[in-house]
């Protein structure tokens, strides 16, 4: 019987299907292979870091502004021209020193008038004094009336009135004539003079003629929200948080991200909260004595809340977010499987997250080799080494990961 012919096209087809079991095969062994061979490295390693739980400070970032302790805008309190001004503007002043002199020609001229005004007082004392006693003694004897008598007793009288009201406008005379010298009222920092010599005030003028500021100490003005007061106050109540003898220290960072040297110490809270920001100010008392914190400057106050025991901090590298933004992290089980976890973490500490519900002590979080891998999967956990190289995803073998375990076969080639 004679082959039917072929032509090229159907010799090429035929080939074609003589080759595809070929193929077929052939992958079977690969996967065979790759089969056998991950059997015998066994189950991925990942490195894996035991939670103990630890004692921790809590504390928040608030942003703040610095104030001065205490602020004086000195006033005239006398009217008339300056003459002179006696400081340097931007020195330290004390309390009392002279800042600016008044013309005190007119004053001391009322203090002269006020002094011979007493001193007519007295005289009148004297006179009205002598009638008293005469009339005292011709009441005796009937030799005037009685009502003659108590005039005189009358007279006497006023006239030591007269002398004391003398003397008191002698005093205050005496007041405005100090007051033409204008004092510091408080020790500090004296700012720019407004007035200059030869200029006009009056003692109900509304501008000050400078501004003195005491900036050591200096107080730090933050606001935090209501809703965290009221939560921090309801975890202390709870036992949550201890404040012991930590709760009062503030730490202070500058505009320029710089911390402070100083600590300071919280001194109150406002009881009342802004209904427009819904915020509350706290107060602290910053010791200043370089003079390096200015009213106005902008810092942010670092304020210690609490301390909480017993407390699961877990590195931000073990942690990410799944498709909803929510934390998760990856757990190594007793049977030896990766478990997935969702995690609760409100806040970091530093270079962890404060993690209040997902995780217990012990458990055994993944921090290197899982990138690859699925939940359920079986592997080989090995204590996590900060020091070591970074490890590959899934990596089998002996090592803390790929790189160590090249390193390792390498010696011993």
Do not use: H
Request: proline share 7%.
């Amino acid at each position: 019987m004679s082959m039917p012919k072929m032509g090229p096209k159907t010799g090429f087809a035929v080939a074609a299907m003589m080759l595809v079991p070929l193929a077929a095969c052939g992958g079977g062994n690969d996967a065979e292979k790759q089969q056998q061979q991950q059997a015998q490295a066994g189950p991925p390693q990942v490195s894996v870091l035991a939670l103990q739980p630890q004692s921790v400070t809590l504390t928040s970032t608030l942003p703040g502004r610095t104030t001065a302790f205490e602020t004086s805008e000195v006033r005239p309190q006398v009217n008339g021209l300056v003459t002179a001004r006696l400081f340097t503007e931007g020195d330290l002043v004390r309390a009392g020193q002279p800042l600016y002199r008044i013309d005190s020609q007119p004053y001391q001229a009322q203090v002269a008038s006020a002094r011979a005004a007493v001193a007519r007082a007295r005289a009148a004392i004297a006179s009205s004094a002598a009638l008293q006693r005469r009339y005292g003694e011709l009441v005796k004897i009937n030799a005037i009336a009685r009502q003659d008598y108590e005039n005189a007793v009358t007279t006497a009288a006023q006239a030591q009135a007269d002398v004391a009201a003398q003397q008191a406008a002698l005093r205050s005379a005496q007041i405005d004539l100090a007051r033409t010298t204008i004092r510091a009222p408080i020790s500090g920092r004296i700012g720019r003079s407004v007035t200059t010599t030869g200029a006009l005030v009056s003692a109900a003028q509304t501008n000050p003629l400078t501004t003195i500021q005491r900036l050591d100490p200096i107080y730090v003005d933050v606001s935090q929200s209501s809703a965290d007061l009221l939560k921090l106050r309801q975890q202390i109540a709870a036992g949550d948080l201890s404040r012991g003898g930590t709760a009062a220290r503030v730490r202070l960072r500058l505009e320029d991200g710089s911390v402070y040297p100083i600590e300071g110490k919280l001194q109150f809270a406002d009881v009342s909260v802004d209904p427009n920001t819904g915020t509350q100010t706290i107060r602290a008392l910053f010791p200043n004595p370089k003079g390096l914190l200015l009213p106005g400057m902008y810092v942010r106050a670092e304020l210690v809340e609490g301390t909480k025991s017993n407390a699961i901090l877990v590195p931000q590298r073990a942690v990410t977010r799944d498709e909803r933004g929510n934390p998760t992290a990856l757990v190594v089980g007793a049977d030896g499987k990766l478990q997935p976890r969702q995690l609760t973490a409100p806040r970091t500490i530093g270079e962890n997250w404060l993690v209040t519900a997902g995780l217990n002590p012990g458990d055994k979080v993944v921090m290197e080799g899982a990138m690859m891998l699925r939940p359920g999967m079986p592997v080989k956990a090995v204590p996590y080494n900060p020091n070591a190289a970074p490890a590959q995803p899934g990596a089998p073998g002996g090592g803390a990961n790929g790189q160590q375990g090249q390193g390792q076969q390498a010696q011993g080639k």
